[in-house]
């Protein structure tokens, strides 16, 4: 049962253009998202979340726009560099799951994304 | 100001031996929390604890899994009996009180590899 769901496996684009990265969740309580970058050999390094009561947020050349309704966040990255190339997570918490704070995340399988120069 | 700190990196058991994970955390946290990623998966939750106390272990296999935070010294994820299926990527993470406000600080892994 994956409640977080990242169906692309893989992006590529061209420096300078737009990525846009998707993420699904099925889990409806789910209220604060993250966005995790993984180099190879390398921990998840913290990007950028969201709280459930915002539908944007930005930092610099990243933001993340979550939809409710629809249960779909993403992240766009504009403009995309080569350093950039990464396995990009999409994760999730619940207040409720984690006994009134949201330590525990729920991961998706993860986006690798290359950025061509 | 140095991160978490795993160690070792790479990790090779025959099966039915024993793995020990270190994890030390980023100076000032006090919270240690243990993830496992399997090939071609997300990471997963296994466990969540501060000094001398589980708090959640929800994720943790009920058998063969252990994991410690003393007092004095990092916190240990501990494996008996290893099996071809706990190899994985096991990670740390650390943050200075229970809430997410800008995500964990993770460690580099232990790449367990049972042969």
């Known amino acids: 049962d994956q409640q977080v769901k990242q169906n692309s496996p893989s992006l590529s684009v061209q420096e300078g253009r737009i990525s846009i990265l998707n993420c699904d969740y099925t889990n409806s309580m789910f209220d604060y998202f993250l966005w995790y970058k993984k180099y190879p050999a390398e921990g998840p390094t913290f990007l950028i979340s969201i709280s459930s009561i915002k539908d944007k947020n930005e930092d610099g050349r990243f933001t993340v726009f979550l939809n409710k309704s629809a249960k779909h966040l993403s992240l766009h990255i504009v403009p995309s560099q080569p350093g950039d190339s990464a396995v990009y997570f999409c994760a999730a918490s619940a207040v409720i799951n984690s006994g009134g704070s949201n330590y525990k995340l729920t991961f998706g399988k993860g986006t690798l994304l290359t950025v061509n120069p | 100001n140095a991160g978490v700190m795993q160690n070792p990196r790479h990790l090779v058991r025959r099966r039915g031996q024993e793995a020990r994970l270190r994890c030390s955390p980023m100076k000032g946290h006090s919270h240690v929390y243990w993830y496992r990623q399997l090939p071609e998966e997300g990471l997963k939750f296994m466990v969540y604890l501060q000094k001398e106390n589980i708090i959640d272990e929800s994720g943790m296999p009920k058998e063969r899994f252990s994991a410690e935070f003393p007092k004095e010294g990092p916190s240990i994820l501990r494996i008996q009996q290893v099996v071809r299926g706990d190899s994985a990527a096991y990670f740390c993470?650390?943050?200075?009180?229970?809430?997410?406000?800008?995500?964990?600080?993770f460690g580099s892994g232990t790449r367990l590899t049972v042969v």
């Open positions: 993470a650390s943050s200075p009180r229970q809430t997410l406000d800008y995500g964990y600080t």
